[in-house]
């Protein structure tokens, strides 16, 4: 059953049972409306306690609706009806209240919640607005600054944060269904609080919806669900209840069917697909206990922040002793810039460093599950690791390279048992960025590229599998929206024109200034390892900065200019007299053109990868620029942007 009701004297306990998350499907809805009939009629009930099977409360919509015209009883009904019953219900929450769910919450007189719950309003992750009184009652349950925070961010809070922000009335420390059946009890014998519709809201005034416009659009990047909700939330604190229902609810159908929407719909759906293929559902990876990394530089010191934010033990090798002395200092850079940030406690930040061995002893990694090398991109110090790896490993150890551009068959040549071997290619910083582009050569078994994806999952990353090609699918698709980018700059367009297009379609920053900040002579040196290899690669704009000593922001100089200690890009007149020789003047194009351009170079990439087998799908491109590369979210990535779906 969906919905089921139980009595524990005058409380009764009506128990949503609609697994995996207990989604506000039709069958829900109406077991939940049905219940307030049932329990209103009954005149031995005096509350009613809502808890939840399995392991979340009400996650949300029924993402199986997605896209179809909604079928009674309707959400906002439904909350209403649960409000205005004469029975009130109290909403005991484990897992996650979000969306729907947390609108159901609110309409419940009382909520109350176990510690580790977490609760939100994301809708607008999804290109529209709360539905169901989100945006309404949560400004006259919390207070209207609070939730401007929390419903245009679509970020959730924690119980703790929630019940000081008031959104919920208690926090259950022990189990929670006894828990809430008493505190229901003695609720009963106190004032009975206001409908959350009913409460008073005081309106801020104009000043703070201008200030709170201009941050919500600079954090929107160019979406827009994040200015509608908060235009819902002013008219919520301006007007009555039932005037700013209606005006949510226009909003919501309104966004519901627009582009944004569709787009971040693919993406919610490509996401939640991605961890778990489909070909590997039945296969058991290796259970992983103990890691390694090799190599305690940027990359590899972010790798093992990684792997122990998901608790993992690791021993970390490196070369000699000063480069031990030094992957340990750039972790506790990593985990001190954590705690500044208010993402750790000191006492978090010296677990995760505690639960680290640095060594210059291969031998030590006799008992490991899996060793992800991160050293040099040279693949004689590379095949010198994973020979050493070979001889000290257990047999059924995962070995796998960070590699982002060598030929992880090349690594892997005379590696002992080359089943267990795999490309893992993490993304710069690795304890930040999501993506994990998982790259398995010819020999890889099954369970070992199961155990990727395993590893993934643990650490909270976004997998997508990629084919061998240079650069893989990801760093593919940058060179040749980079080369796009110096061809408009070859034909007129200014450097500056073709970053502010780029950042006017929503991406953080443009081609030129993101170079800039991660260095142009990472892929200068690229390039003149091919020429070397007897390669025809043709000189690039970027070649002549390098070549001149400009290589971005750590030097002073790349495409722009930059002042000490400053990283605004400047215009460089340095740049227009070395590149005057490459230029022909006199180009112009639109930002749109740019960007539409641009973006449109990336998806024949893509297509072009789609062709070679390389991805599996354009909804793997389309997460990969999304997670890896910053492409605005919005926007679907490149591929569903320019409407290539299969």
Same mark, same amino acid.
């Given at each position: 059953?969906?919905?089921?009701?139980?009595?524990?004297?005058?409380?009764?306990?009506?128990?949503?049972?609609?697994?995996?998350?207990?989604?506000?499907?039709?069958?829900?809805?109406?077991?939940?409306?049905?219940?307030?009939?049932?329990?209103?009629?009954?005149?031995?009930?005096?509350?009613?306690?809502?808890?939840?099977?399995?392991?979340?409360?009400?996650?949300?919509?029924?993402?199986?609706?997605?896209?179809?015209?909604?079928?009674?009883?309707?959400?906002?009904?439904?909350? $209403?009806?649960?409000? #205005?019953? !004469?029975?009130?219900?109290? @909403?005991? %929450?484990? &897992?996650?209240? *979000?969306? /729907?769910?947390?609108?159901?919450?609110?309409?419940?007189?009382?909520?109350?919640?176990?510690?580790?719950?977490?609760?939100?309003?994301?809708?607008?992750?999804?290109?529209?607005?709360?539905?169901?009184?989100?945006?309404?009652?949560?400004?006259?349950?919390?207070?209207?600054?609070?939730?401007?925070?929390?419903?245009?961010?679509?970020?959730?809070?924690? $119980?703790?944060?929630? #019940?000081? !922000?008031?959104?919920?009335? @208690?926090? %259950?420390? &022990?189990?929670? *269904?006894? /828990?809430?059946?008493?505190?229901?009890?003695?609720?009963?014998?106190?004032?009975?609080?206001?409908?959350?519709?009913?409460?008073?809201?005081?309106?801020?005034?104009?000043?703070?919806?201008?200030?709170?416009?201009?941050?919500?659009?600079?954090?929107?990047?160019?979406?827009?669900?994040?200015?509608?909700?908060?235009?819902?939330?002013?008219?919520?604190?301006?007007?009555?209840?039932?005037? !700013?229902?209606?005006?949510?609810?226009?909003?919501?159908?309104?966004?519901?069917?627009?582009?944004?929407?569709?787009?971040?719909?693919?993406?919610?759906?490509?996401?939640?697909?991605?961890?778990?293929?489909?070909?590997?559902?039945?296969?058991?990876?290796?259970?992983?206990?103990?890691?390694?990394?090799?190599?305690?530089?940027?990359?590899?010191?972010?790798?093992?922040?990684?792997?122990?934010?998901?608790?993992?033990?690791?021993?970390?090798?490196?070369?000699?002793?000063? !480069?031990?002395?030094?992957?340990?200092?750039?972790?506790?850079?990593?985990?001190?810039?954590?705690?500044?940030?208010?993402?750790?406690?000191?006492?978090?930040?010296?677990?995760?460093?505690?639960?680290?061995?640095?060594?210059?002893?291969?031998?030590?990694?006799?008992?490991?599950?899996?060793?992800?090398?991160?050293?040099?991109?040279?693949?004689?110090?590379?095949?010198?690791?994973?020979?050493?790896?070979?001889?000290?490993?257990?047999?059924?150890?995962?070995?796998?390279?960070?590699?982002?551009?060598?030929?992880?068959?090349?690594?892997?040549?005379?590696?002992?048992?080359?089943?267990?071997?795999?490309?893992?290619?993490?993304?710069?910083?690795?304890?930040?960025?999501?993506?994990?582009?998982?790259?398995?050569?010819?020999?890889?078994?099954?369970?070992?590229?199961?155990?990727?994806?395993?590893?993934?999952?643990?650490?909270?990353?976004?997998?997508?599998?990629?084919?061998?090609?240079?650069?893989?699918?990801?760093?593919?698709?940058?060179?040749?929206?980079?080369?796009?980018?110096?061809?408009?700059?070859?034909?007129?367009?200014?450097?500056?024109?073709?970053?502010?297009?780029?950042?006017?379609?929503?991406?953080?920053?443009?081609?030129?200034?993101?170079?800039?900040?991660?260095?142009?002579?990472?892929?200068?040196?690229?390039?003149?390892?091919?020429?070397?290899?007897?390669?025809?690669?043709?000189?690039?704009?970027?070649?002549?900065?390098?070549?001149?000593?400009?290589?971005?922001?750590?030097?002073?100089?790349?495409?722009?200019?930059?002042?000490?200690?400053?990283?605004?890009?400047?215009?460089?007149?340095?740049?227009?007299?070395?590149?005057?020789?490459?230029?022909?003047?006199?180009?112009?194009?639109?930002?749109?053109?740019?960007?539409?351009?641009?973006?449109?170079?990336?998806?024949?990439?893509?297509?072009?990868?789609?062709?070679?087998?390389?991805?599996?799908?354009?909804?793997?491109?389309?997460?990969?620029?999304?997670?890896?590369?910053?492409?605005?979210?919005?926007?679907?990535?490149?591929?569903?942007?320019?409407?290539?779906r299969s």
């Open positions: 059953m969906t919905v089921t009701i139980d009595r524990q004297g005058e409380i009764a306990v009506v128990t949503v049972d609609n697994p995996p998350v207990n989604a506000l499907g039709q069958a829900l809805r109406q077991g939940l409306w049905d219940a307030v009939g049932t329990l209103d009629a009954d005149p031995e009930i005096r509350a009613v306690v809502l808890v939840c099977a399995g392991r979340t409360f009400i996650a949300g919509a029924d993402v199986t609706e997605f896209g179809k015209p909604p079928v009674p009883p309707h959400l906002p009904d439904l909350v $209403a009806r649960i409000e #205005a019953a !004469a029975k009130p219900w109290v @909403a005991a %929450i484990h &897992g996650s209240a *979000l969306g /729907g769910g947390l609108e159901v919450a609110l309409g419940c007189r009382w909520r109350v919640a176990v510690p580790d719950a977490s609760l939100g309003l994301p809708e607008v992750t999804l290109g529209i607005v709360p539905g169901a009184g989100g945006t309404v009652r949560t400004p006259r349950v919390i207070g209207v600054e609070a939730a401007v925070d929390m419903v245009t961010s679509g970020r959730p809070m924690r $119980a703790a944060q929630a #019940a000081k !922000a008031g959104l919920i009335d @208690a926090v %259950i420390p &022990g189990d929670l *269904l006894p /828990g809430a059946v008493a505190f229901a009890r003695q609720a009963l014998a106190l004032p009975m609080p206001k409908a959350a519709s009913a409460r008073s809201l005081a309106a801020p005034d104009a000043a703070f919806w201008a200030e709170k416009e201009k941050s919500v659009a600079k954090a929107a990047k160019g979406a827009a669900a994040p200015l509608r909700a908060l235009a819902c939330l002013r008219k919520a604190a301006e007007a009555p209840f039932d005037e !700013a229902m209606a005006f949510e609810r226009e909003t919501f159908l309104n966004l519901r069917g627009s582009d944004q929407a569709a787009a971040l719909r693919h993406v919610f759906f490509a996401e939640r697909a991605a961890p778990r293929p489909a070909a590997l559902r039945d296969v058991e990876p290796l259970a992983l206990r103990r890691a390694a990394v090799i190599g305690g530089g940027t990359m590899g010191a972010g790798i093992v922040a990684a792997l122990r934010d998901a608790s993992l033990p690791v021993i970390l090798i490196e070369r000699d002793d000063n !480069a031990v002395a030094q992957g340990i200092a750039n972790l506790r850079g990593i985990f001190d810039g954590a705690v500044k940030r208010g993402k750790l406690t000191p006492a978090q930040a010296a677990d995760r460093l505690a639960g680290v061995a640095a060594t210059t002893d291969y031998a030590v990694l006799a008992d490991v599950d899996l060793v992800i090398e991160a050293v040099f991109e040279e693949i004689g110090v590379k095949r010198a690791v994973f020979d050493q790896l070979g001889r000290v490993c257990r047999p059924d150890a995962v070995l796998a390279t960070n590699t982002s551009y060598l030929d992880p068959r090349t690594i892997a040549e005379g590696v002992p048992h080359p089943e267990r071997f795999i490309g893992l290619h993490f993304f710069s910083p690795a304890n930040v960025m999501k993506l994990l582009e998982i790259v398995p050569a010819p020999q890889t078994s099954e369970r070992t590229l199961a155990t990727g994806f395993a590893l993934a999952r643990l650490l909270k990353k976004i997998p997508v599998r990629s084919g061998i090609c240079e650069g893989f699918i990801g760093n593919r698709i940058l060179k040749r929206y980079r080369a796009a980018a110096e061809a408009l700059v070859r034909r007129g367009i200014p450097i500056a024109e073709v970053d502010a297009a780029m950042r006017g379609h929503g991406f953080a920053m443009g081609p030129f200034e993101a170079q800039d900040l991660g260095g142009l002579d990472i892929a200068f040196l690229q390039r003149e390892g091919a020429r070397a290899a007897g390669q025809d690669v043709p000189e690039t704009l970027g070649d002549i900065l390098v070549r001149a000593g400009r290589k971005g922001q750590k030097t002073g100089g790349g495409w722009y200019d930059y002042a000490p200690g400053e990283r605004r890009p400047l215009p460089s007149a340095i740049v227009t007299e070395l590149l005057a020789g490459a230029i022909t003047p006199g180009a112009a194009m639109e930002r749109e053109a740019v960007a539409q351009h641009l973006v449109a170079e990336m998806a024949a990439e893509g297509q072009a990868i789609l062709d070679e087998g390389i991805a599996q799908s354009p909804a793997d491109i389309d997460l990969v620029k999304i997670h890896g590369y910053g492409f605005p979210r919005w926007r679907g990535g490149p591929m569903f942007a320019t409407g290539i």
